[in-house]
């Protein structure tokens, strides 16, 4: 079980039409899929850390279906952050602590930053 929590507000984009059809396990709608991913955290935490109002994007791009892997990332968090903090969602979001970021970090073929 992960030891850390957060809530907030998650958005993402990508260049297919309409719907992202990765969300259904669809093919994209143009052979491959470039997308952002961002979440603002509202509340949140990492033991005693707190992770209260941060900001994290991951851009992605992935050579067909994102259910297939091999997909080229790089994680941006706000330069709001401090050091302990940049760490540690740094750990979360690359799935070394745990939770629905480690099944998704099993999909990243290459962290380019």
Same mark, same amino acid.
């Given at each position: 079980? #992960?030891?850390?929590?957060?809530?907030? /507000? %998650? %958005?993402? +984009?990508?260049?297919? /039409? +309409?719907?992202?059809?990765? =969300?259904?396990? +669809?093919?994209?709608?143009?052979?491959?899929?470039?997308?952002? =991913? #961002?979440? +603002?955290i509202a509340e949140g935490r990492s033991g005693e850390l707190d992770l209260a109002g941060r900001r994290v994007v991951l851009a992605l791009h992935a050579p067909g279906p994102l259910a297939e892997g091999n997909m080229r990332v790089a994680l941006y968090i706000d330069d709001g952050a401090s050091p302990a903090q940049m760490d540690e969602l740094t750990e979360i979001f690359s799935g070394q602590k745990g939770g629905h970021f480690e099944i998704l970090s099993s999909l990243i073929g290459e962290v380019v930053g």
């Amino acid at each position: 079980m #992960a030891q850390w929590e957060i809530t907030g /507000e %998650f %958005f993402d +984009s990508c260049n297919c /039409e +309409s719907i992202c059809p990765c =969300v259904t396990l +669809s093919p994209p709608t143009h052979g491959d899929c470039k997308g952002l =991913v #961002a979440w +603002s955290i509202a509340e949140g935490r990492s033991g005693e850390l707190d992770l209260a109002g941060r900001r994290v994007v991951l851009a992605l791009h992935a050579p067909g279906p994102l259910a297939e892997g091999n997909m080229r990332v790089a994680l941006y968090i706000d330069d709001g952050a401090s050091p302990a903090q940049m760490d540690e969602l740094t750990e979360i979001f690359s799935g070394q602590k745990g939770g629905h970021f480690e099944i998704l970090s099993s999909l990243i073929g290459e962290v380019v930053g």
